[in-house]
């Protein structure tokens, strides 16, 4: 079975430009997630999308956006990049929500650097 | 809000020795997830722990679940190189209703051989 795949591995932009990630989960998994995770820094929630529909964020500016398509795979859009915003980027997916006995399952990221 | 300490931050063993990390939180949490990271990929699910006391085994791998539902360890026994890497403890928000995890900072992990 494949794992969680996201696209491109690694992206290189400059200070205002746009990026956009990608995330295909595990077959039959509805439910997708998004992290960042600085250097040297824990892995911190950007997004969660479920059926199509986003279902929560986590504390970070409107720029961060995204979506889920009807094949349950997703796009994390980052608008007006900043030097901080580089980052690994991380996209997970769960049959259901993420702690209720369902395993969220990391893919191997993109690594974005804002120049 | 919820927020996961874990300690040491990093540690450098010889190969062989055990090892022992642990996660503590001011909140209840209803699940722990202990993850690993390897260099250049994406956490990877060694052991999830639902129940207060539960005390699970994956291999070399061992954790707990601490009985106030604030703490769990990791414990990894006769430590190999392969063992390299960053381990973080992770657990839903809020009971897993909004959906995702908050993770640790993690604990760096260094075998010499």
């Known amino acids: 079975e494949a794992g969680v795949t996201q696209s491109p591995t690694h992206l290189i932009k400059t200070r205002g430009q746009q990026a956009t990630l990608r995330c295909s989960p595990i077959s039959g998994h509805t439910s997708v997630y998004w992290y960042q995770q600085a250097l040297g820094l824990g892995l911190q929630f950007l997004l969660w999308?479920?059926?199509?529909?986003?279902?929560n964020r986590g504390n970070f500016p409107p720029r961060f956006s995204g979506r889920q398509f009807p094949n349950y795979s997703s796009e994390l859009n980052v608008n007006a990049l900043e030097l901080e915003d580089s980052a690994l980027y991380l996209c997970a997916s769960s049959l259901g929500i993420a702690g209720t006995g369902e395993t969220q399952y990391f893919g191997p990221g993109t690594r974005l650097l804002v120049l | 809000g919820q927020q996961l300490n874990q300690s040491p931050q990093s540690m450098f063993i010889q190969e062989g020795e055990d090892v022992s990390m642990n996660c503590t939180s001011s909140?209840?949490?209803?699940?722990w997830l202990w993850y690993k990271q390897d260099p250049g990929e994406g956490p990877v699910l060694l052991i999830a722990l639902y129940k207060a006391g539960e005390l699970t085994s994956n291999g070399r791998l061992t954790a707990q679940f601490g009985i106030t539902r604030k703490d769990s360890f990791l414990n990894i026994s006769a430590s190999i190189p392969s063992d390299v890497g960053i381990y973080f403890c992770?657990?839903?928000?809020?009971?897993?209703?909004?959906?995702?995890?908050?993770f640790g900072k993690g604990t760096k992990l260094s075998v010499k051989p």
């Open positions: 909140s209840i949490f209803n699940t």
């Open positions: 999308y479920d059926e199509g529909e986003e279902r």
């Open positions: 992770a657990g839903p928000t809020n009971g897993g209703s909004q959906g995702n995890l908050i």
